[in-house]
């Protein structure tokens, strides 16, 4: 059948249409990730409304399954922050601090990230078994959350005009850097408790560098400048050494920042209030 555009009534009715894009992904020659993400269709299920914060459900297809997604925000936010919670902490965990973020103007999108043990399947974090999806030329779960970051994304800049940060905690945080590298539309990245691998990708060749590179966000921070780069932690966190979060910062380009939070590992009401205040400071324009 030969679609014709005089046709066209005719033709939608016999189904030649044409098809929406597929995700995709490469890595440049420089070693930095390259994705094709779509708009994705997603289904809202709102789960309350009182006292002008919403809170919902949502989902999408995503590559090859559903991702779910836990959103709160005001009638009219003056920004947006799509959270990607560290390993093992599902969406719901997050939701009086995003409850608190809606007060005060910010709508918040926590992720379901895949591996976290929550409603979107997947396992936990596994960089070997991704470099050989990788090597296959399949997708590697470590793409595809980063995907799941910037669908998220097109969603929340279709329904609101202010900016929208990329943001995560812990593990949480490298995905969080490499869709903000990747996805020049975030207005900037805010990581908390957070670091790079230390650009471990060097000391190897072939697939295993590029793959390596490809996720490691001392590499992938670099391309976020101009949007700004927010940084978070603990002199005394257990979890990741406070010398590679400066090492992170180190490789971060202007402009950029960096707090010293008092204890512990992860979000916390300190960071909290610090990045509230700065995103709803920031001068940054609203996208076109």
């Given at each position: 059948m030969v679609?014709?555009?005089?046709?066209?009534?005719?033709l939608i009715a016999a189904g030649c249409v044409?098809?929406?894009?597929?995700?995709?992904?490469?890595?440049?020659?420089?070693?930095?990730?390259?994705?094709?993400?779509?708009?994705p269709t997603v289904r809202e299920e709102i789960l309350s409304a009182e006292d002008g914060i919403t809170i919902s459900h949502l989902s999408f297809e995503n590559i090859d399954r559903t991702v779910y997604v836990l959103l709160v925000t005001s009638d009219e936010p003056r920004a947006a922050v799509i959270l990607a919670p560290g390993a093992g902490v599902k969406k719901?965990?997050?939701?009086?601090?995003?409850?608190?973020?809606?007060?005060?103007?910010?709508?918040?999108?926590?992720?379901?990230?895949?591996g976290n043990g929550g409603e979107t399947a997947g396992t936990p974090l596994d960089i070997e078994?991704?470099?050989?999806?990788f090597?296959?030329?399949?997708?590697?779960?470590?793409?595809?959350?980063?995907?799941d970051m910037i669908a998220?994304?097109?969603?929340?800049?279709?329904?609101?005009?202010?900016?929208?940060?990329a943001m995560g905690e812990s593990n949480g945080g490298r995905y969080a850097a490499i869709a903000a590298g990747t996805d020049q539309n975030f207005s900037g990245y805010i990581g908390i408790s957070t670091s790079g691998f230390g650009l471990a990708?060097?000391?190897?060749?072939?697939?295993?560098?590029k793959f390596l590179l490809s996720i490691d966000p001392d590499h992938a921070i670099t391309d976020i400048s101009p949007r700004p780069v927010l940084l978070f932690h603990a002199p005394d966190d257990s979890i990741i050494p406070y010398s590679d979060a400066r090492a992170l910062f180190g490789h971060a380009r202007e402009p950029k920042e960096f707090w010293d939070l008092s204890t512990g590992h992860g979000l916390n009401g300190e960071a909290d209030q610090v990045i509230i205040e700065h995103l709803l400071n920031f001068n940054v324009p609203e996208r076109q």
């Open positions: 679609c014709v555009a005089l046709l066209l009534g005719a044409g098809q929406a894009p597929q995700a995709s992904y490469q890595v440049t020659f420089d070693d930095h990730l390259s994705l094709l993400v779509p708009k719901e965990g997050h939701q009086p601090r995003a409850e608190e973020y809606a007060r005060a103007g910010i709508a918040m999108a926590v992720l379901d990230v895949r078994g991704d470099f050989h999806l090597a296959n030329r399949s997708w590697p779960q470590y793409y595809a959350i980063v995907a998220t994304r097109e969603f929340l800049a279709s329904r609101y005009p202010g900016s929208i940060y990708g060097n000391r190897y060749s072939g697939d295993m560098r």
